[in-house]
């Protein structure tokens, strides 16, 4: 199939990695693929996976010039690229997408792929781009799907559900035999590392698990909390005083964005995610999981649809400290427990949530919207 992706994001984020992984593994799969997106992580990661790609369209902005600009320049591509899929993954890549699509390439299926942080908006413009402008949607969980359904009123057999997927290969237990990792932050091999993986945002409640270790100041293990992720609404100033305040700022290590993430993952005991919101695609856990470790998380988004309660580690409500802090204490006393929720982990990642499953899902879907589109073009004469 020939196939154009379109991600216009600059940041690292669930859906990015998501899109990028998918460009790549279909590419593998001898797809001709071409990703529209803008200067950032995301293209810097698929120009290392040499995926084809056209960075020159701008989205993220209310210019009414630039994006006269970009339909310009998006019709061009789509005259000579001639795609039988396009897929959006952000808003303002999926109306203008499926608007072009309709005149440009009116026998194109155009797929809006739903795996960001925001439900969909119920106003009128949102459900007419959805109902005129777009064949199927892609959605990253079963929520997503029903939110879809009820504010979107869009047909249930035009919505599949595709989770995000991890590279087994390269996120492993055994990523960092030597421990360089647990070497560089604590001498003692006994300490107990906890990773939170996720920007410096409010939605990541970074202040809950924070609060969270705070009731775990008595605990007699050892333990230390590792924060790895970029600043964005917060600081990581803001980050160590309030660990200060609350009197665990020596438990606490804080790092921004690594190229070793799979051997930090590795050498972890305990993984942590502390959001109120967003986790459409969540994929702290998927590298958690993937890694061996069993996860604390709360109760938003996909996450309980990824991790089973009891089963790969403990969901509690969000913004709830007392909670948080009982699931870790759970973990951070029975190494038998930690062991055995990592390898089940390990194995539902395995099974459920590989890069090769994804992608045959995510093809499987595509074809189904090209027959349905090719049906109905068929019942329309």
């Known amino acids: 199939?020939?196939?154009?992706?379109?991600?216009?994001?600059?940041?690292?984020?669930?859906?990015?990695?998501?899109?990028?992984?998918?460009?790549?593994?279909?590419?593998?799969?001898?797809?001709?693929?071409?990703?529209?997106?803008?200067?950032?992580?995301?293209?810097?990661?698929?120009?290392?996976?040499?995926?084809?790609?056209?960075?020159?369209?701008?989205?993220?902005?209310?210019?009414?010039?630039?994006?006269?600009?970009a339909i310009k320049k998006m019709c061009r591509i789509f005259n000579s690229f001639r795609p039988e899929v396009i897929s959006s993954h952000i808003n303002e890549g999926a109306w203008m997408a499926g608007m072009i699509a309709r005149r440009i390439c009116p026998r194109t299926a155009v797929v809006r792929t739903r795996t960001d942080i925001d439900p969909p908006k119920n106003h009128f413009i949102n459900r007419f781009v959805?109902?005129?402008?777009?064949?199927?949607?892609?959605?990253?969980?079963?929520?997503?799907?029903?939110?879809?359904?009820?504010?979107?009123?869009?047909?249930?057999?035009?919505?599949?559900?595709?989770?995000?997927?991890?590279?087994?290969?390269?996120?492993?237990?055994?990523?960092?035999?030597?421990?360089?990792?647990?070497?560089?932050?604590?001498?003692?091999?006994?300490?107990?590392?906890?990773?939170?993986?996720?920007?410096?945002?409010?939605?990541?409640?970074?202040?809950?698990?924070?609060?969270?270790?705070?009731?775990?100041?008595?605990?007699p293990s050892d333990w230390k909390l590792i924060v790895l992720g970029y600043e964005n609404q917060r600081s990581f100033a803001w980050l160590k005083n309030l660990?200060?305040?609350?009197?665990?700022?020596?438990?606490?290590?804080?790092?921004?964005?690594?190229?070793?993430?799979?051997?930090?993952?590795?050498?972890?005991?305990?993984?942590?995610?502390?959001?109120?919101?967003?986790?459409?695609?969540c994929r702290a856990a998927l590298e958690f999981m993937t890694s061996g470790?069993?996860?604390?998380?709360?109760?938003?988004?996909?996450?309980?649809?990824?991790?089973?309660?009891?089963?790969?580690?403990?969901l509690v409500p969000p913004k709830d400290p007392v909670a948080m802090a009982a699931a870790l204490s759970k973990l951070l006393d029975n190494p038998f427990l930690r062991k055995k929720m990592g390898d089940d982990a390990r194995i539902r990642m395995e099974r459920n949530f590989n890069l090769d499953l994804f992608t045959r899902r995510t093809e499987e879907v595509y074809e189904k919207a090209l027959r349905n589109k090719q049906a109905g073009e068929r019942s329309a004469t």
């Open 293 to 314: 470790k069993p996860v604390v998380a709360t109760t938003v988004g996909v996450i309980p649809e990824i991790i089973q309660d009891g089963e790969q580690g403990f």
């Open 130 to 219: 959805h109902h005129h402008w777009t064949d199927h949607l892609i959605v990253g969980s079963f929520l997503h799907k029903r939110l879809c359904r009820k504010l979107l009123d869009f047909p249930a057999d035009a919505i599949d559900v595709v989770y995000g997927a991890i590279d087994t290969e390269r996120f492993r237990v055994d990523a960092d035999p030597g421990k360089k990792f647990r070497k560089e932050i604590v001498g003692d091999a006994s300490t107990l590392l906890i990773g939170l993986l996720a920007r410096l945002d409010p939605i990541k409640g970074h202040e809950f698990a924070l609060k969270s270790l705070a009731l775990l100041k008595n605990n």
């Open 1 to 69: 199939m020939r196939i154009i992706q379109i991600l216009n994001s600059p940041n690292w984020s669930g859906a990015s990695n998501y899109c990028v992984s998918l460009c790549g593994k279909l590419k593998a799969r001898g797809h001709d693929v071409l990703l529209l997106t803008e200067p950032g992580k995301p293209r810097d990661f698929a120009q290392k996976m040499q995926i084809c790609l056209d960075d020159g369209i701008r989205l993220n902005h209310r210019n009414p010039y630039l994006y006269l600009q």
């Open 243 to 281: 660990a200060a305040e609350l009197g665990i700022a020596s438990r606490l290590a804080v790092f921004g964005f690594r190229e070793d993430l799979p051997e930090v993952l590795s050498s972890l005991d305990v993984g942590l995610i502390s959001s109120i919101g967003s986790e459409g695609n």
